[in-house]
């Protein structure tokens, strides 16, 4: 199956300061990247949606000021999370899925960046 | 309001047994339904997805699940399980549209015994 990858694996930073977050598409080329949110125990949030070259859609609820999200090429997207607290400690999971509207569409995930804020 | 439920946070089985994970989900319109699989330090894997026809679908791995609309489940099933299936199972419903936007459920953990 297609692959996505995410770097870092493991983020910490200090309170304050904004971290990068990358997702790449290996072998296949993304017009659509999904970010997700997955708390301890607990189930993926979609975050936001972000197709190939427009602005992303953030779910409700989510800050778009605080999670800068960049869909730049077919094969990478990034989550920036800015002025980091410890709130916003996560695992961030994004996925790619070359959208043509057909059923057989499917969302290829990466292996998720674990981020610790201090 | 759309939802996904996995009533079992946790289920633990012995090599060799079958192994039922419940999926209950609530959804205005016609759902895709999927199962995926989450391994540490790993993606997660799409092991079966429904969107029309049969209701019975087979996945990878030996899964299967089962589409029954009039309880709206979706439950995964595998009649012998391996020690490699201890992981983290998801089940996920989006729209028809398939525009990928997923609603997940918690997750149930499974744990094989030797």
């Known amino acids: 199956g297609a692959v996505v990858s995410q770097h870092p694996s493991r983020v910490i930073c200090k309170s304050g300061t904004s971290v990068k977050i990358e997702c790449r598409s290996l072998d296949f080329q993304a017009t659509t990247m999904f970010w997700y949110r997955q708390f301890p125990k607990q189930s993926l949030m979609l975050m936001a949606t972000?197709?190939?070259?427009?602005?992303?859609?953030?779910e409700q609820g989510v800050e778009k000021d605080k999670f800068l999200i960049n869909h730049a090429s077919l094969t990478l997207s990034t989550l920036t999370v800015t002025s980091a607290h410890p709130e916003d400690s996560s695992f961030y999971i994004c996925s790619g899925m070359a959208n043509t509207g057909a059923p057989t569409d499917t969302q290829y995930f990466g292996p998720g960046t674990r981020l610790t804020v201090l | 309001a759309q939802s996904v439920t996995q009533p079992d946070i946790h289920i633990t089985v012995s090599e060799g047994a079958s192994l039922e994970l419940r999926c209950n989900y609530s959804y205005g319109a016609t759902p895709y339904l999927f199962w995926y699989v989450q391994s540490p330090g790993q993606g997660l894997q799409l092991l079966l997805k429904y969107f029309s026809g049969d209701t019975l679908v087979q996945g990878i791995k030996g899964f299967e699940a089962e589409f029954k609309r009039s309880q709206s489940s979706f439950n995964l099933r595998k009649p012998s399980v391996h020690w490699s299936d201890a992981a983290e199972y998801f089940c996920a419903v989006g729209p028809a549209s398939n525009t990928g936007k997923l609603i997940f459920g918690q997750g149930t953990t499974l744990q094989v015994k030797p």
């Open positions: 972000s197709n190939e070259g427009s602005k992303a859609t953030y």
